[in-house]
């Protein structure tokens, strides 16, 4: 009796073995496929993990190529800095102490928002990438600039650096056009 | 009025074997990535069917976690990794020579943020520069009916690059712009995306041709032929596009963003008219020929004019002749056994304008360098410090070469959007063969810049001690200055030799003491010393007894803002036998654009100082050498302001 049941569990199996295997398989190939760009895009960056499951976590990066990459990143950057400027304002009615670098920091995430990102954008969608690399490499410096502001003290230092790693990656992906 | 009759013979309208570029094929990434595609697409179709969303989900995360681990399997060769070799986050490094805002977080300093009073300073008084918003490259510059007409990579809409129009602007004299209307806007399809960089050919008839890039709106790069509505306009204030335009599309072979900014034209020994084009093939620059008759047709020539391998895109190539004897300029399509030939480019990867000086095939199509070490992209920079996508243009009035070059800002944007603008043209240069190395050019301001000189100071053999400042008693953001240094010669001969190579970006500085150097002048420089900028000559003294010079320029100190670039630039100057160390500095609020032994090497650099503003600014002579004594003597003028500002029409 156990016998036969284990027979028939096995034969009944084998086609779920073999549609589990090829769906592996599929699996595999495909990420191996998409994750080939993003691997090589994002040696090219000094943080790689970061660069990498960024890009995995935005489902068009699996059928983008370099330039593609280039303007997902500056999405994710874009929003992170949007975020940043959405704390910012909050925190300048929490702690009025911090003022003067909170507001010195909204300027500066404005410009990133306003001036820096459709900069890059618009260079990335026309061709001409090294306003991208402009724009990017100098979204990076008002993060740190914002963080510098605070002398120590920041509140932002989380959300500052995930602006400027995210901002250096997607500079040295821009820095792949050109 | 428009010109009734064609500007050329008509032809054949030129049917463009150019079909909009279907999105997606167009890829940076080498061939191998798209073949690993089109495989992964026929895989996933094949077992697409199988898939059950839950199990793939499961199955992601497992291999996202060994993904780092898998690496070797996966790709395609294991790099050394470039991460390491970079500088602090946000910094590229002065190495890689990337235009970037790099931070200095400066340990300690507090952060500046920008006042008005600090940012209207910025604004110069005699460099070109729009009432506001983004400038980038020159374009299409020439003469014309008694005008110097300048064209200009704009955008009318913001402070950074975006949305480029041509701007337009005129002079008398190269100094006093007088801004006219915009010359040419993104309003066809085939520059919907960008109305980029381009030349113009003036016709032996006099009339003037334009051709320019345009990125179609679809992102691909194209040459339009443009021309003056009215020849008899000495304004050229409307333009014609070309109704069959484009009328060069990127080639087989070439990238669809790799083809941009065409030359001037220049006849050929066949009476036929030719221009280049810069495009790379992976990572060798080269320059594309195309010949033709009428500015419609072209022929692609068999060959290149010239490759250089590792130098990337060429961006705004020039071509040129100048003499190997005398002093003037010379019409683009000068040829002949008493000319050299020049080839420029500006290297996207390192935003750096570079030329090389050799001989000129007509026949061939092709020009090869003097000296192959130093090619084209390798070798001499037109400038040591900010200048891209420079443009010269021959001035037939006055029978000179002149260079135009695009500086940009080294700021943060932040501070460029709260002043509301972005840029400016450096001053433009005569262009000749320096006669006496015969292996470099010579740029020098054009002379119609003295014309803004107001009250000279002297300042006859002042000694300045090693180690020791000396303030010139005078002050002001506008100056031009003439120095001359001599070196106090026993202190040349007991100084020790050294194997060390310098270099101005590598070396600490000017507050970096070697025996015989630094020593030179303080130009933006405060009471305090809190913040100047040295422009200065550094002399190393070598193996064999030699000596060699290197001009810098040092933006370390140059401001207390931790949020403008403070690098060092600067190379090598030859110095010839029985020369002085001469420098001429132009001072112009936030440019400083110097030149030593009288063009042989040049620096412009842009300064955002907080505190030597307005009649704070002073100048010192300065001499940070360990043993050498230094002789200076100096004339400085104030300069007047250009008084650059929309045309009108009560003026002439």
Same mark, same amino acid.
């Given at each position: 009796?156990?016998?036969?049941?284990?027979?028939?569990? *096995?034969?009944?199996?084998?086609?779920?073995?073999?549609?589990?295997?090829?769906?592996?398989?599929?699996? *595999?190939?495909?990420?191996?496929?998409?994750?080939?760009?993003?691997?090589?895009?994002?040696?090219?960056?000094?943080?790689?993990?970061?660069?990498? @499951?960024?890009?995995?976590?935005?489902?068009?990066?699996?059928?983008?190529?370099?330039?593609?990459?280039?303007?997902?990143?500056?999405? *994710?950057?874009? @929003?992170?800095?949007?975020?940043?400027?959405?704390?910012?304002?909050?925190?300048?009615?929490?702690?009025?102490?911090?003022?003067?670098?909170?507001?010195?920091?909204? @300027?500066?995430?404005?410009?990133?928002?306003?001036?820096?990102?459709?900069?890059? *954008?618009?260079?990335?969608?026309?061709?001409?990438?090294?306003?991208?690399?402009?724009?990017?490499?100098?979204?990076?410096?008002?993060?740190?600039?914002?963080?510098?502001?605070?002398?120590?003290? @920041?509140?932002?230092?989380?959300?500052?650096?995930?602006?400027?790693?995210?901002?250096?990656?997607?500079?040295?992906?821009?820095?792949?056009?050109? | 009025?428009?010109?009734?009759?064609?500007?050329?013979?008509?032809?054949?309208?030129?049917?463009?074997?150019?079909?909009?570029?279907?999105?997606?094929?167009?890829?940076?990434?080498? =061939?191998?990535?798209?073949?690993?595609?089109?495989?992964?697409?026929?895989?996933?179709?094949?077992?697409?069917?199988?898939?059950?969303?839950?199990?793939?989900?499961?199955?992601? /995360?497992?291999?996202?976690?060994?993904?780092?681990?898998?690496?070797?399997?996966?790709?395609?060769?294991? &790099?050394?990794?470039?991460?390491?070799?970079?500088?602090?986050?946000?910094?590229?490094?002065?190495?890689?020579?990337?235009?970037?805002?790099?931070?200095?977080?400066?340990?300690?300093?507090?952060?500046?943020?920008?006042?008005?009073?600090?940012?209207?300073?910025?604004?110069?008084?005699?460099?070109?520069?729009?009432?506001?918003?983004?400038?980038?490259?020159?374009?299409?510059?020439?003469?014309?009916?008694?005008?110097?007409?300048?064209?200009?990579?704009?955008?009318?809409?913001?402070?950074?690059?975006?949305?480029?129009?041509?701007?337009?602007?005129?002079?008398?004299?190269?100094?006093?712009?007088?801004?006219?209307?915009?010359?040419?806007?993104?309003?066809?399809?085939?520059?919907? /995306? $960008?109305?980029?960089?381009?030349?113009?050919?003036?016709?032996?008839?006099?009339?003037?041709?334009?051709?320019? !890039?345009?990125?179609?709106?679809?992102?691909?790069?194209?040459?339009?032929?443009?021309?003056?509505?009215?020849?008899?306009?000495?304004?050229?204030?409307?333009?014609?596009?070309?109704?069959?335009?484009?009328?060069?599309?990127?080639?087989?072979?070439?990238?669809?963003?790799?083809?941009?900014?065409?030359?001037?034209?220049?006849?050929?020994? &066949?009476?036929?008219?030719?221009?280049?084009?810069?495009?790379?093939?992976?990572?060798?620059?080269?320059?594309?020929?195309?010949?033709?008759?009428?500015?419609?047709?072209?022929?692609?020539?068999? $060959?290149?004019?010239?490759?250089?391998? +590792?130098?990337?895109?060429?961006?705004?190539? #020039?071509?040129?002749?100048?003499?190997?004897?005398?002093?003037?300029?010379? #019409? !683009?399509?000068?040829?002949?056994?008493?000319?050299?030939?020049?080839?420029?480019?500006?290297?996207?990867?390192?935003?750096?304008?570079?030329?090389?000086?050799?001989?000129?095939?007509? +026949?061939?199509?092709?020009?090869?360098?003097? /000296?192959?070490?130093?090619?084209?992209?390798? $070798?001499?920079?037109?400038?040591?410090?900010?200048?891209?996508?420079?443009? !010269?243009?021959?001035?037939?009035?006055?029978?000179?070469?002149?260079?135009?070059?695009?500086?940009?800002?080294?700021?943060?944007?932040?501070?460029?959007?709260?002043?509301?603008?972005?840029?400016?043209?450096?001053? =433009?240069?005569?262009?000749?063969?320096?006669?006496?190395?015969?292996?470099?050019?010579?740029?020098?301001?054009?002379?119609?810049?003295?014309?803004?000189?107001?009250?000279?100071?002297?300042?006859?053999?002042? &000694?300045?001690?090693?180690?020791?400042?000396?303030?010139?008693?005078?002050?002001?953001?506008?100056?031009?200055?003439?120095?001359?240094?001599?070196?106090?010669?026993?202190?040349?001969?007991?100084?020790?030799?050294?194997?060390?190579?310098?270099?101005?970006?590598? /070396?600490?500085?000017?507050?970096?003491?070697?025996?015989?150097?630094?020593?030179?002048?303080?130009?933006?420089?405060?009471?305090?010393?809190?913040?100047?900028?040295?422009?200065?000559?550094?002399?190393? +003294?070598?193996?064999?007894?030699?000596?060699?010079?290197?001009?810098?320029?040092?933006?370390?100190?140059?401001?207390?803002?931790?949020?403008?670039?403070?690098?060092?630039?600067?190379?090598?100057?030859?110095?010839?036998?029985?020369?002085?160390?001469?420098?001429?500095?132009?001072?112009?609020?936030?440019?400083?654009?110097?030149?030593?032994?009288?063009?042989?090497?040049?620096?412009?650099?842009?300064?955002?100082?907080?505190?030597?503003?307005?009649?704070?600014?002073?100048?010192?002579?300065?001499?940070?050498?360990?043993?050498?004594?230094?002789?200076?003597?100096?004339?400085?003028?104030?300069?007047?302001?250009?008084?650059?500002?929309?045309?009108?029409?009560?003026?002439?």
């Amino acid at each position: 009796m156990k016998n036969s049941l284990s027979l028939s569990l *096995i034969f009944l199996s084998r086609p779920l073995f073999t549609a589990t295997l090829l769906l592996i398989i599929h699996c *595999i190939i495909v990420q191996s496929d998409a994750n080939d760009l993003i691997a090589q895009t994002c040696k090219n960056t000094p943080y790689y993990n970061l660069c990498v @499951s960024s890009l995995r976590s935005v489902p068009r990066s699996s059928r983008a190529d370099v330039q593609g990459l280039a303007l997902v990143m500056v999405d *994710i950057v874009r @929003s992170k800095a949007s975020t940043t400027l959405k704390f910012i304002n909050q925190e300048l009615k929490r702690s009025p102490k911090l003022r003067r670098p909170l507001r010195f920091c909204a @300027s500066s995430y404005d410009a990133i928002l306003t001036a820096d990102i459709p900069e890059a *954008i618009e260079a990335l969608q026309k061709g001409d990438p090294k306003f991208a690399e402009n724009g990017t490499n100098d979204a990076a410096v008002e993060a740190s600039s914002c963080e510098d502001s605070f002398q120590g003290k @920041s509140p932002l230092t989380k959300l500052n650096k995930a602006v400027h790693d995210t901002s250096v990656v997607a500079s040295a992906i821009t820095r792949l056009l050109l | 009025m428009a010109d009734p009759s064609p500007l050329l013979p008509v032809s054949n309208s030129l049917e463009p074997s150019y079909n909009p570029v279907p999105e997606g094929t167009v890829s940076a990434g080498c =061939p191998a990535t798209r073949l690993r595609r089109s495989k992964k697409v026929l895989i996933a179709v094949f077992s697409g069917l199988l898939v059950v969303s839950l199990i793939l989900a499961t199955i992601n /995360n497992n291999s996202g976690a060994q993904h780092g681990d898998e690496n070797a399997s996966l790709a395609a060769s294991r &790099e050394t990794a470039k991460p390491e070799t970079l500088l602090p986050a946000g910094s590229r490094g002065v190495s890689a020579g990337v235009s970037e805002k790099a931070n200095l977080k400066g340990a300690g300093v507090k952060d500046y943020p920008w006042n008005n009073s600090m940012l209207s300073w910025q604004r110069t008084a005699f460099h070109f520069q729009p009432e506001d918003n983004w400038m980038n490259d020159p374009n299409g510059p020439l003469y014309y009916k008694g005008w110097y007409h300048f064209f200009y990579q704009y955008n009318p809409n913001a402070a950074v690059w975006g949305d480029i129009v041509w701007g337009h602007a005129v002079s008398k004299d190269l100094i006093h712009w007088l801004h006219l209307p915009l010359a040419m806007v993104a309003d066809e399809w085939y520059d919907k /995306n $960008g109305v980029w960089t381009g030349s113009a050919t003036i016709l032996p008839d006099g009339k003037i041709v334009m051709l320019y !890039t345009g990125s179609t709106n679809e992102s691909v790069q194209v040459q339009n032929l443009a021309y003056p509505a009215d020849h008899n306009d000495p304004l050229l204030l409307r333009w014609v596009k070309y109704s069959g335009n484009p009328v060069l599309v990127p080639p087989p072979g070439i990238g669809a963003k790799d083809f941009r900014d065409p030359t001037t034209a220049w006849k050929t020994s &066949e009476g036929k008219w030719r221009i280049i084009i810069g495009s790379k093939i992976n990572k060798t620059g080269i320059a594309l020929v195309y010949d033709t008759e009428d500015f419609i047709n072209y022929t692609l020539s068999s $060959g290149i004019l010239h490759a250089v391998p +590792k130098t990337g895109m060429w961006e705004c190539v #020039d071509f040129y002749p100048v003499s190997k004897t005398g002093q003037n300029g010379l #019409d !683009t399509s000068v040829n002949g056994p008493q000319v050299k030939h020049v080839v420029k480019t500006s290297l996207d990867d390192d935003r750096h304008d570079y030329y090389a000086i050799g001989t000129y095939d007509d +026949k061939a199509a092709k020009w090869y360098p003097d /000296n192959p070490e130093i090619d084209v992209g390798i $070798g001499i920079r037109y400038d040591y410090g900010i200048f891209y996508a420079s443009k !010269t243009f021959y001035d037939q009035s006055k029978g000179r070469r002149v260079l135009w070059g695009w500086i940009g800002e080294s700021d943060s944007e932040v501070a460029d959007v709260k002043k509301g603008w972005a840029s400016l043209q450096g001053i =433009p240069r005569t262009v000749v063969l320096d006669t006496k190395t015969g292996s470099n050019l010579l740029q020098w301001p054009v002379e119609e810049v003295e014309s803004l000189r107001l009250k000279s100071n002297d300042f006859n053999n002042m &000694e300045v001690k090693a180690g020791s400042v000396v303030p010139l008693e005078l002050d002001g953001a506008t100056q031009t200055s003439f120095a001359e240094f001599e070196l106090d010669k026993k202190a040349i001969e007991r100084a020790a030799e050294s194997n060390v190579e310098f270099s101005c970006s590598n /070396n600490g500085g000017a507050s970096h003491r070697g025996a015989l150097g630094p020593f030179g002048l303080l130009v933006l420089a405060d009471d305090n010393l809190s913040e100047y900028t040295p422009v200065y000559f550094f002399v190393a +003294k070598g193996n064999n007894g030699s000596l060699k010079t290197f001009f810098c320029t040092d933006q370390s100190r140059s401001s207390v803002a931790n949020d403008v670039r403070k690098e060092i630039y600067g190379s090598y100057v030859p110095v010839l036998k029985g020369e002085k160390l001469l420098v001429r500095i132009l001072v112009d609020h936030s440019i400083i654009e110097s030149f030593a032994q009288g063009g042989r090497t040049c620096i412009t650099s842009r300064v955002y100082p907080t505190r030597a503003i307005y009649g704070a600014a002073r100048l010192f002579l300065f001499n940070n050498a360990t043993e050498a004594g230094v002789t200076s003597s100096l004339k400085i003028w104030n300069m007047n302001s250009a008084f650059i500002r929309p045309y009108s029409n009560e003026q002439q």
